[in-house]
């Protein structure tokens, strides 16, 4: 497991993590995108997916016992995990049992997968339910999030890198400044994913971005 740091835009102080996985080989790293797919198929990203999170929860614990201050580490999940029997009630399980409130363990669930299936939403509500907090990954990569982000319970929305990549072109700054608006209008935290450049983030500053994700 590995962690991508989340920095608050404006006093760049670190206010939370990723957990992201990769794959270690003799010959080094493997990205997800290299694998992942074959996990889908197999059917072992369910057994991958509770990998994370119980290692994220393990981490947390060791945070407590070290007298550590807590900040929330976020975790995918796939479609295929979120379709598992009691899946909720497995996580929160996990989670008591490293002594680990909820909160500090977001569920990251895509903007894709939010918006193609309506079986998502009684899912969604239940993580809700049990202290989860919901963030939509990856806005702006599909084709509308505004219908999930009024069906479900997402305080936490991530601007895929796709959008901000385009900072510095008009249409490009246009779109981020219609859509972040909109997301201060709703109440939600705004997390900016692939900030790489200064220009980058002095943009999203402007536009009120809460916390930046990315090589810079």
Request: charged share 25%; aromatic share 12%; with cysteine.
């Amino acid at each position: 497991v590995y962690y991508q740091p989340k920095y608050d835009a404006f006093t760049e102080k670190m206010v939370g993590a990723e957990a992201l996985i990769r794959w270690q080989t003799p010959n080094g790293l493997v990205p997800p995108g290299d694998f992942l797919d074959v996990f889908e198929e197999d059917g072992l990203i369910y057994t991958l997916d509770k990998y994370v999170f119980q290692e994220v929860c393990k981490l947390q614990s060791r945070r407590i016992e070290n007298c550590l201050p807590l900040i929330p580490i976020s975790v995918n999940i796939s479609r295929k995990s979120l379709f598992e029997p009691n899946v909720v009630e497995i996580y929160k399980e996990i989670a008591d049992s490293y002594g680990i409130d909820t909160k500090y363990i977001p569920i990251e669930i895509t903007e894709n997968l939010a918006l193609t299936n309506k079986k998502i939403k009684p899912i969604a509500d239940r993580f809700f339910d049990a202290g989860f907090e919901l963030q939509m990954d990856d806005f702006g990569s599909g084709e509308s999030a505004l219908n999930a982000l009024n069906m479900m319970h997402f305080t936490v929305v991530k601007i895929d890198k796709s959008l901000i990549d385009f900072i510095g072109e008009k249409n490009g700054d246009l779109i981020l400044n219609y859509a972040m608006a909109l997301g201060k209008e709703l109440g939600v935290q705004l997390v900016a994913e692939g900030v790489e450049t200064v220009k980058q983030l002095e943009f999203l500053r402007k536009n009120n971005c809460d916390i930046i994700q990315g090589y810079y």
